[in-house]
């Protein structure tokens, strides 16, 4: 353990990590769960410091993973990126991604006395807390991924968290790795003000322009001057090519010439991921074959685009937890000729309790497809009424079907799934851990 830790913060922490490492065994043996957040909830109050005691023994820095959607995508390919190179690499995998969370993940990597043995270590944070962990954490390498409207009830606008952000950044050592994306303009003037090294990644793809502007835009206005924002084109949301002509502002030339990066996960959002992933990973100087290679080979995350066979039908999860997510899965799903959707919707801490955000999705891109539209969780006639509106705005020819139990909703979206289609499950984030767990037989928190 390195000279830097104190005797008595050496005690402490030994003491804390005793007691987590009980925890964790109680809790999953006892099935209670996968003890992502206890362990480091109790181990905290014993050692005050144990996000920083044990983050700087990460041999070759963290990475800390920040954003409103993808976080847990881009975590997972840029871990198997490293892994593949031959690094050790913890991970928040589970997706707890608070405070009691990070540790928690840390902690599953220290041995009995508190010693933690990692080349690197993935963080994905919660985009609200990214102020409070920056100094104990001091990453190496910081991805900024986006900023979208998500959970008003908690977080207030983007503009807030931005400059929150930029404020703490910029007091971090110079040799700290900032990686923003150039298509998101709060982000691109994040990375354009601070000191450190900035890499930016984005698209350079004018062809996969969206037709219009979509409803759920956050960002179109000038980060620097507030004028109106000049769009060459978008690609989801306020992600895309734009200048400002009053002052001048613009987006930022991404590191990557993104149409030489495939992708094997569907949804124009994974593009994003897979080319914030890689950025990362190249400034690190993993060997590009190893890079190419996994991104080609690479498995969804749970509930990310997740594929599974239940009862001999294709099923994909496409978790749907805001405005630009589920107008972006709603893409995916109607640009397949698959006919069957099941939307879950629910409102608990998890997901954010206000859901008038779905008054923000275009559901008539849905609707005016036709098919069969399953609606259940929580909120189930919330998610109904939506629909029921958006065929006001259409010529619709849609089996909207109510369900209030979500196992039979799952048996009824099935059932009305021919056999050589794929039912595309469109949930919140803890009705997606509830749909698992019906289809899967197991829980994954």
């Not at 928040?92 to 270590?121: K, R």
């Not at 080609?296 to 990310?304: D, H, L, V």
């Amino acid at each position: 353990m390195g000279n830097k830790i104190k005797s008595l913060d050496r005690l402490r922490l030994g003491f804390a990590v005793s007691v987590a490492k009980s925890v964790t065994f109680i809790v999953r043996s006892l099935r209670l769960g996968a003890a992502s957040v206890l362990p480091g909830s109790i181990a905290r109050r014993i050692a005050p410091q144990l996000l920083q005691l044990l983050s700087q023994q990460v041999k070759n820095g963290i990475i800390l993973v920040a954003g409103t959607n993808g976080k847990t995508t881009t975590s997972l390919l840029l871990k198997t990126i490293l892994e593949r190179q031959g690094y050790r690499v913890a991970h928040n995998s589970t997706g707890a991604n608070l405070e009691n969370g990070l540790m928690t993940a840390l902690l599953e990597d220290t041995n009995l006395v508190g010693t933690l043995n990692a080349d690197f270590a993935i963080l994905e944070v919660d985009e609200n807390i990214v102020p409070k962990v920056l100094t104990p954490l001091q990453p190496k390498i910081i991805l900024c991924l986006n900023l979208f409207r998500d959970q008003l009830d908690r977080y207030g606008e983007v503009d807030t968290i931005s400059k929150r952000w930029t404020k703490v950044i910029s007091t971090l050592p110079t040799e700290t790795i900032v990686i923003p994306n150039a298509d998101d303009p709060t982000l691109a003037y994040l990375g354009q003000q601070l000191p450190q090294r900035v890499r930016f990644f984005g698209l350079n793809e004018p062809e996969k322009y969206l037709e219009a502007i979509p409803h759920a835009v956050d960002s179109i206005y000038c980060p620097r001057c507030g004028h109106s924002l000049d769009y060459k084109g978008v690609y989801l949301s306020h992600l895309g090519d734009f200048t400002c002509p009053s002052c001048g502002f613009s987006k930022s030339q991404p590191a990557l010439e993104s149409r030489e990066w495939s992708q094997i996960l569907v949804g124009l959002y994974n593009k994003y991921n897979t080319l914030a992933a890689v950025t990362a990973a190249k400034e690190l100087g993993v060997d590009e074959t190893i890079i190419r290679d996994t991104v080609n080979n690479f498995q969804a995350a749970f509930g990310r685009a997740e594929d599974l066979t239940v009862d001999g039908k294709k099923v994909r999860i496409l978790l749907s937890k805001n405005p630009v997510g589920t107008n972006e899965t709603i893409r995916v799903v109607t640009q397949s000729t698959d006919t069957t959707t099941l939307i879950v919707l629910n409102d608990r801490t998890p997901d954010g309790t206000d859901v008038s955000w779905i008054w923000d999705v275009d559901t008539e891109k849905l609707v005016e497809r036709g098919g069969t539209v399953v609606v259940s969780g929580d909120r189930v006639y919330d998610m109904a009424l939506r629909l029921r509106y958006s065929e006001k705005a259409v010529d619709p020819q849609l089996n909207l079907i109510v369900q209030e139990d979500l196992r039979q909703a799952i048996a009824t979206a099935l059932e009305q799934t021919p056999n050589d289609e794929t039912l595309h499950i469109l949930p919140t984030y803890s009705a997606m851990l509830e749909v698992r767990e019906i289809l899967t037989g197991r829980k994954i928190l």
